[in-house]
């Protein structure tokens, strides 16, 4: 891994997909997220508020920040101005991996097929997304696709939670497991968002073990 940003998260094993309705919402869920142990947000271009979210957490300075879903040369642009240092997305779509490391972007691309990893290889990549991991095999079609190419790296995503995590991450291949289920809008929906922190401290702990 040859980027500072993919050895940040290989140290926190998780990285924590979200999806904001309400830019309100943006500082205390970060404050959550550093509170409960693990002070990284992928936040994903799903809704209106993810770019105002993503520079609100962005300029605390105390979270890794990582813009997610994205999918046009535009939201790269507008996730780098907002402060986001890495960015994720579902697919490979070479002019968006391009535009990415053209301006200093790493770029965490989906695969679930050779073809696609190749792809990253051409691109000079070193770690992808494996994505929807769970619906596209889980982990034995992702020993599978890793097998050849023994250069790439995984952060696989999509379904994974407190029951396969440390499958996962016992996969010396994969670097972190992305996850929505520590900061599920359920768990915050009444404003209170002691229930995030708790969520977020039993998956730090469950990693860590």
């Not at 696989?156 to 029951?163: A, D, M, N, Q, S």
């Not at 291949?173 to 992305?178: D, I, K, Y």
Request: hydrophobic share 45%.
């Amino acid at each position: 891994m040859s980027h500072a940003i993919y050895e940040s998260l290989a140290e926190h094993r998780l990285v924590p997909v979200i999806a904001l309705d309400d830019v309100a919402q943006a500082s205390p869920l970060a404050d959550a997220l550093v509170a409960g142990g693990l002070p990284v947000a992928e936040v994903t271009f799903r809704t209106p508020a993810a770019l105002e979210s993503i520079r609100t957490m962005a300029q605390r300075g105390d979270l890794l920040v990582g813009a997610g879903t994205v999918l046009t040369t535009t939201q790269v642009s507008q996730a780098q101005a907002a402060g986001a240092k890495f960015l994720v997305s579902p697919g490979f779509n070479p002019r968006v991996v391009s535009h990415a490391l053209s301006i200093g972007m790493p770029i965490c691309p989906g695969v679930c097929t050779p073809s696609d990893v190749e792809q990253a290889i051409e691109h000079g990549l070193e770690v992808v997304k494996f994505f929807p991991a769970e619906a596209f095999g889980g982990l034995s079609t992702l020993k599978a696709i890793a097998a050849p190419y023994r250069q790439m790296r995984f952060i696989p995503t999509g379904g994974i939670g407190p029951g396969n995590v440390m499958d996962y991450l016992a996969f010396d291949r994969v670097v972190a497991c992305g996850g929505s289920w520590m900061v599920k809008p359920s768990l915050y929906a009444d404003g209170d968002f002691s229930g995030v922190e708790t969520a977020v401290r039993e998956a730090v702990q469950l990693v860590g073990k």
